[in-house]
């Protein structure tokens, strides 16, 4: 098995991909996914979000669920919304937002090297989420959402991609939250094999976000046994390091742990320099955090020797507030379970953190530095698992694009 194979995708019709492509499941809210598909019959988001069309006391893992989203699959079909290509292809996807661009290549890549850790992971998955995954693979027959995924410096991919890239493309829609989303096809036998052989020499490529995608397409692939087929594979997008951004992944905690506000400075002053700003905070560095509490900004910033160099689990920023604030401080060991914490993804913008505070909420909020995907790869490579809700990466790929069906 190579690490990567071209895939007959079902995708958008010409002309409908605009009508069709959808945030990812799990960045909205079912009331948010709801909203966000009003109006619009073709969404994605009534396939991987099913339960806006169920009524909103409907529980989203009943199996009436899932019968909705392989109902309304069938439908966008039947239809001609969606079509399938007659040979297996790969996919030039390129993201664009703001001043950033990346261009990856969508492909299903291989669940044995995903087994042996050659795909390698560097975040724990939760039972409920994974169960919910699966359930819906085996109701549509399908993987509906992509897993993003880096791979190291490659110039001689990233020519090819760049060379596919050059022409026009199949589908070029820009989202309603400014990503504008584009595809072409690789059809032509000589660049797919060249491809195919490129990915095949990298010694591992490196899951950034969908865990919880690739561990249900690896379960469902379990319960279909040894024979052969293309639930051995999962649908991902796989893109250069390089080009990938992770946002920061920031922290609001309900309430003091029994402190004051001038309590909290003063215990946080005996670990790290604390200095008051007039603007919001945003980190520079690990060692370097934003604090939002009583209507003020802070800049928290802890002494070099408090910053491990020789452990890629030690010197995450989330690593360091953790041990330095949120489990000596507030008492929060597991942030799992913990329900005084949540967690806001950098894309929402500092001024969330402000809001989430001033409306009484939350008591203080934390603005971190965002991981780098070096430090990504190093813990992947160290066998280690990544504080949870560490890397928010954007932009994000669209749900709709391609999908890929289990013959």
């Not at 098995?1 to 079912?30: H, K, N, W």
């Not at 909103?56 to 019968?67: Q, S, T």
């Not at 005996?270 to 939002?292: C, H, I, L, N, Q």
């Not at 009583?294 to 802890?302: C, E, I, P, S, V």
Request: with cysteine; proline share 7%.
């Amino acid at each position: 098995m190579t690490l990567i194979q071209p895939f007959r995708a079902l995708r958008p019709a010409e002309g409908r991909a605009a009508e069709v492509l959808a945030p990812p499941y799990d960045v909205l809210s079912a009331a948010e996914a709801r909203e966000r598909a009003k109006d619009k019959p073709w969404s994605f988001l009534h396939i991987s979000r099913p339960e806006i069309d169920l009524g909103p006391g409907i529980d989203p893992h009943d199996r009436a669920v899932y019968a909705k989203a392989a109902e309304t699959l069938d439908r966008m079909i039947t239809s001609g919304i969606l079509m399938r290509d007659d040979k297996p292809c790969y996919y030039v996807y390129r993201l664009t937002w703001r001043s950033h661009q990346q261009t990856g290549l969508a492909a299903i890549a291989s669940l044995a090297d995903y087994a042996d850790n050659r795909i390698r992971k560097h975040e724990l998955t939760t039972p409920e989420k994974e169960d919910d995954r699966v359930r819906q693979i085996e109701a549509v027959e399908a993987q509906t959402g992509p897993v993003m995924i880096a791979y190291p410096a490659a110039p001689d991919i990233d020519a090819i991609l760049g060379r596919a890239a050059a022409r026009t493309p199949a589908v070029d829609v820009t989202a309603d939250d400014g990503v504008r989303h584009q595809l072409w096809v690789i059809d032509d036998d000589e660049a797919i094999a060249a491809l195919t052989r490129a990915f095949d020499k990298l010694p591992a490529v490196y899951i950034a976000d969908g865990h919880h995608r690739s561990a249900a397409a690896a379960r469902v692939a379990d319960g279909r046994g040894t024979r052969a087929g293309s639930h051995r594979y999962f649908l991902s997008v796989l893109f250069p390091h390089h080009e990938m951004t992770i946002l920061d992944y920031n922290r609001v905690i309900r309430d003091l742990n029994g402190r004051t506000p001038a309590q909290l400075l003063a215990e946080l002053r005996k670990r790290m320099t604390v200095e008051a700003s007039d603007t919001p905070v945003r980190p520079t560095s690990a060692a370097e955090f934003g604090m939002r509490l009583a209507g003020r900004w802070y800049r928290l910033k802890l002494p070099a020797e408090a910053v491990p160099t020789d452990d890629p689990i030690g010197r995450l920023p989330i690593t360091l507030l953790a041990h330095n604030v949120i489990e000596p401080l507030f008492g929060i060991t597991d942030p799992r379970t913990d329900k005084r914490i949540d967690f806001v993804g950098g894309g929402r913008g500092l001024g969330e953190l402000e809001r989430r505070v001033a409306s009484g909420e939350m008591a203080v909020a934390f603005a971190l530095y965002p991981t780098q995907m070096a430090d990504l790869m190093a813990v992947a490579d160290a066998g280690g698992i990544m504080p949870p809700k560490s890397t928010w990466f954007e932009p994000k790929l669209a749900d709709g694009m391609v999908s890929h069906v289990l013959d």
